[in-house]
């Protein structure tokens, strides 16, 4: 088996089915399996799933989870039921608008032997599959290049997740950084310390933004949280640390200053300043960090309460 197509899906039903399809299209020169990891869904995903399942039992195997373990979880409980010399990510409410996704990808894969993965561009997409912005990297004010280096990739994750495809002993063999705290960006860290990173110029997948997305519909403090999370789980990693503690530091306050700049009333930035001093105060954050983090972004409190409690004119 060449490539398993691992699609974790909850709450999907207005979407699964298009996702699904969009991987039975796919023409390829190999085989290929689509495994579904369904989490307890309350929507009917799971009947849409097994409907499909039965519908397609060569190419459909579906892993029905006893109880909800959640997104990173659901990917990390199906995996060991992919049989792919590949793993292609698919989200439940994403889905693939090109029929030769999976092809081009392993042709690039192939052709540069000692790649880890693979991502590509993808298209971003409302609830209706109304196209909100056909180049990702665009919408989101990032950039990317044919082969992405390690550190590139440690401040902020960097691929769609539903364009990602990699060696499956990449993930079956993750360190214990990874599996105390799986994530996207830790997925793309993790492939990316495997091997090259391959960029596939071409929008492949469609990434869809709608109001019960799991990240895109969250708040701008939950969401910087959850990466400060992920940054502190790295640096508790002596290795990684060793090698990219210095941008890990820097990420930590490009995260934090994205959440003060665009934080609105007085009360959320003293909110905000509370939950940095505390987060910098654990271990093992270095003593330069929290003096100079923790001063600097005091000052810029004591002056935007400055600025906002002057008297008018």
Not at 197 to 219: I, K, Q
Request: proline share 5%.
């Amino acid at each position: 088996m060449k490539v398993s197509v691992l699609i974790i899906t909850y709450n999907h039903a207005p979407f699964i089915a298009q996702a699904i399809e969009s991987a039975l299209m796919q023409r390829t020169s190999f085989d290929y399996e689509i495994v579904i990891g369904e989490d307890c869904s309350t929507d009917g995903t799971r009947e849409i799933v097994r409907s499909y399942a039965q519908t397609h039992p060569d190419r459909i195997r579906p892993v029905f989870h006893k109880h909800n373990l959640g997104g990173s979880a659901n990917g990390q409980a199906t995996l060991p039921a992919c049989r792919g010399e590949y793993v292609a990510i698919l989200e439940g409410d994403d889905y693939w608008v090109s029929d030769r996704k999976l092809e081009k990808q392993v042709a690039l894969l192939e052709g540069r032997p000692g790649s880890a993965g693979c991502f590509a561009n993808s298209i971003v997409v409302d609830d209706a599959g109304n196209v909100i912005s056909p180049d990702f990297f665009a919408y989101y004010g990032s950039q990317t290049k044919p082969e992405i280096r390690t550190e590139d990739i440690v401040p902020f994750g960097l691929s769609p997740a539903n364009t990602v495809i990699f060696k499956r002993e990449v993930l079956s063999n993750a360190p214990k950084w990874y599996r105390r705290y799986p994530t996207h960006c830790g997925m793309d860290l993790l492939i990316s310390l495997n091997g090259p990173y391959l960029f596939l110029n071409e929008a492949v997948g469609a990434y869809r933004l709608h109001p019960g997305s799991n990240w895109s519909s969250r708040s701008l403090p939950y969401q910087v949280s959850i990466n400060l999370r992920y940054l502190k789980n790295l640096y508790d990693d002596e290795l990684i640390r060793r090698e990219y503690g210095a941008v890990i530091r820097e990420s930590v306050e490009a995260h934090l200053n994205n959440l003060f700049t665009n934080t609105g009333s007085l009360r959320e930035r003293a909110e905000v300043l509370r939950h940095f001093i505390k987060f910098l105060a654990a271990p093992p954050w270095n003593r330069e960090l929290i003096v100079t983090g923790t001063e600097r972004f005091y000052r810029r409190f004591v002056n935007t309460a400055r600025r906002r409690l002057r008297p008018s004119a």
